[in-house]
């Protein structure tokens, strides 16, 4: 399966040297790292698409894959968004500016921003879902007049889990473009719904069996909003999602991230609901 | 051609002249292994195998013959896709710059003798998985390269091996530099490529008879037709996804010790994990790929997530991978009727038994 980026590496090899170049705490848990790689011109050279990952490594300690929060018309500025959760990213929840990791990438097959031009996109995500999409709203902000109308829902579970406030108030005043928020567990001051981040579909004021949609998130609510949509007459093939499994080798050889046939490292992450419909939802898969 | 018995010694002083490190079957701990060999005398001579589930016997004959049994628990998987290696080795100098270098494999020239037409077969596959995508494995591609291998069409396959139902053999058809088939008094040898074509050039040959030519014949027959086990033919991919609820998984996972042993025998089995191994003094570190199996926990590991919990969801998850998920990755089964991982399992798990009972096609239902 050919990926949509530029293939860097026919051949699997070590990381890069990156530096950390700017750190952002983003929330008590989560923080964005922006990195520079040392190599002038690999860092020159480095290109990506909205949707692809890359893998990040912590000396002595390990590599994990991370989704590119960056503007893909600005490849200078690597941007990640990271959880901090298991034992690489305590660590990297530690960096600080100027600090050394690896990296390497990008990997996978990101969003279908080609299929986008022109129409409605709808983009459903929860948690620090957001991060994987963020390419894609930054690409639409670039070429507003390219879209039709863009709705952006986020769910969180505890409104304090809600990072960049700011940016989705700056997104809702752009032309055409509707930001709805949901917290399970409402906060003070909390400006959104209260509840599932589903029940925001009622109000959007776009036909979702026209629209294109792109999900990122945990597999429940996916699966929620996948079904939702589709009763609402959305087409499998307008639906996209990014799937996450295990991933340690990003390059279709170590086996963790098969999902049924699938390796979502390469054949992902991104997949329009009808390459997975078989195997979303199903417990153990 | 014929090799006489006598002269087989001269068939690995030639591989070992042409700068060949010779791996082939010797008998270790109460198994077939495949080893460093340093002459014809270190070869299983006169050993039979008996398998069942969960059991492997060495039986020894008086033959002659160092090749009537079946398989050992490995053959060429570690071979190339090694069970542990370091793949690339940080530096991290005083001010903590990092620098990053491969770890170029160590590679010999490698002969190996006595290769089963289901381990040929496998390779194929390994080759599909590591050489053929997108994206090279370097030391795998290394290792291939300097591989020359010298089948033995199989005569006395085990009760475990169903490599007839498979189509992958007993006899081995491709993907050999030189094939032997083994008679009482010598071998009747072929070559497969430029290299075994060489290599025949040096040995003191006769003309094969046709008595030796059908004897020869015969025992692959033979070998095919004592197969008992079967699999159901073809893509099982959703005959087995529409079973996701069969409670044979479940039964199947009160015996199950979920201890890998089977992914580890597999000869197909690719799954690696990725670790770190830090020098005491940290100055550097080394990133190792290791085999991995689908029955650990960590496998399906994502920020705080275990995706398959029970062993049912592993044995599913490995069953359907094996006899469907291959086939729409590489076109083919991941099985080739070796049996290893019968044979190999410690509560003696049948994969043909559970592939028939979860599609409800039990051969003697």
Redesign the interface.
Known sequence: ???SGT?R?????????AEVVTRVDESPTVFTLVLSL?DPQAHRDYRFEPGQFNML?L?????IPISIAADPERPGLLVHTI?R??RV?RGFAALQV?????LRGPFGRGWPLAQAQGRDILIVTGGLGCAPVLPVIRQIIHHRERYGRVAILQGVKHADDLIWRERYHQWAALPDTRVLLAADVAGRDWPGHVGLVTALFDELDMDVSDCLTLMCGPEPMMRASAERLLDRGASPDSLWLSM???M??A??????C?Y??K?IC?DGPVFPFSDIA?LFG???? | MFLARTHLGELLSALRDRGYRLIGPRERDGAIVYDELSGAGDLPRGLRQSCGAGEVRLERTGSPRCFAWANGPQALKPLLFQPAEPLWQATCDDSGRLRFEAVEPRVTPTAVLGVRACDLAALALLDRHFLDGAVRDPHYAARRAALLLIAVNCTHPAATCFCAATGDGPEARQGFDLRLDELDDGYLVASGSAAGEAILADLPLEAATDARRQNAREAVAAAAAQQTRTIPPGDLYDALSRQRRHPRWEAVAERCLACGNCTQVCPTCFCSREQEQPALDGSTSQHLREWDSCFSEGHSYIHGLVIRQSVAHRYRQWLTHKLGGWHRQYGRSGCVGCGRCIAWCPVGIDLTEEVHAVLGDAPDA
């Open positions: 399966m050919p990926c293939p590496m026919p051949e699997r090899g070590p990381p890069l040297e040392t490594y000396y002595g300690v390990g590599e959880r959760v298991g990213t100027g600090d050394r990791i690896g996450e499994r295990n340690q080798c390059v279709g050889h170590c086996g963790h098969q049924g046939e390796f390469r078989h199903e417990p153990g898969l």
